[in-house]
Structure formats: C-alpha cells, structure tokens
C-alpha cells in the first residue's frame, strides 16, 4: 500500500502582517516609566491578537454540526471526533460553565492539566471573545483537534527594529 499513498496538495497562502508603533529615542530616554516594556506588551499583545483572529476565521470553515442541548454536545464529544478539544465563545462558555449533572456537580471542572485550568466531560476547554467565532451573545463552539484542523505557519516570528525617521529620529 505504501505504493498507492495518495498525496494532497496544500495551497500555502503566505500574507505578511506589520504595523509601526512612532517614538523617539528621546521619547524613550526621557521617559518617567518603563515605556520599553510597555511597547513590548502592546506589540506582543498585537501578535497574538491577530494569530488568534486568524485562527479563528480558518475555524469558522469548519463542517457546521447542530447540537441540542447538552445531550447533543456530548453525542458530538464521545462519538464524532477521537481527539478533541473544546473552543467555545464566552456566551458558550457561561452556559457550560452552569450545567450539572443528576448529583447536582458542575460539568465544568478545575483541570491543572489543562492548559486554561478547566476541562469540561474530560477534554480541554479554550474560551475565546465571542466575536472571533460569531456575533455577540453567540453560543458557538469548534469541537475537534484544532492542530489537526489547522497549521500556523510563523516564518518569521515577531521582530521589531528600529528605522531611522525624518521626524522622530532612530
């Protein structure tokens, strides 16, 4: 069978991402606070904003599957995917956050395993704005393998440098 592997070809769509955040060097010297590090949060902020905010446009591709109610959510969980994990909006999120099972115990439990603390029937819980997977108020989930869904590739990782500025100067 190794002679009859079936390859599928990837369309790698490359789109280059940059903004300019405008200060002097004086700006920065004479500065009372630390308004290097305060420039390194926004811009870090900004890189996993907008990865997040692509990531979450690819998921929006995803095979839409309708779940009713909590019973549906769990045929989806036990029974359509192997590995997963939940990425659900806020609203989703609050929902999940309130049901209980017949003993009155939270579905939704604390997890120091899972990387947000918190696991609901077992698998990894990741809650996102509800804008990024719909409208406000929206209850919407990607239930899946998000690794298996969708690769990010980052070539060049965040960078920043200097450019000599007719106004402000390097």
């Given amino acids: 069978e190794l002679g009859k592997t079936k390859i599928t070809e990837v369309d790698y769509k490359i789109k280059t991402y940059r903004g300019e955040l405008p200060i002097s060097r004086e700006a920065i010297e ?36 309708n779940a009713s109610g909590l019973d549906g959510i769990k045929d989806i969980l036990n029974t359509k995917i192997s590995s997963v994990s939940l990425v659900v909006t806020d609203t989703m999120f609050n929902a999940l956050d309130k049901i209980k099972d017949k003993d009155g115990r939270y579905m939704m439990q604390p997890d ?20 990024l997977l719909g409208q406000e108020g929206e209850m919407k989930f990607f239930i899946g393998d998000v690794e298996y869904f969708l690769t990010l590739f980052d070539r060049m990782q965040l960078s920043v440098n200097w450019e000599d500025n007719h106004k402000f100067g390097k």
């Fill in 30 to 65: 004479d500065a009372q606070y630390d308004l290097i590090g305060i420039l390194q949060e926004d811009i870090q902020d900004q890189d996993e904003q907008t990865k997040l905010a692509i990531v979450a446009d690819v998921m929006k591709s995803a095979k839409v599957v």
């Fill in 112 to 131: 120091i395993t899972s990387p947000t603390g918190y696991s609901f029937s077992g698998k990894t819980i990741y809650p996102v704005e509800d804008t």
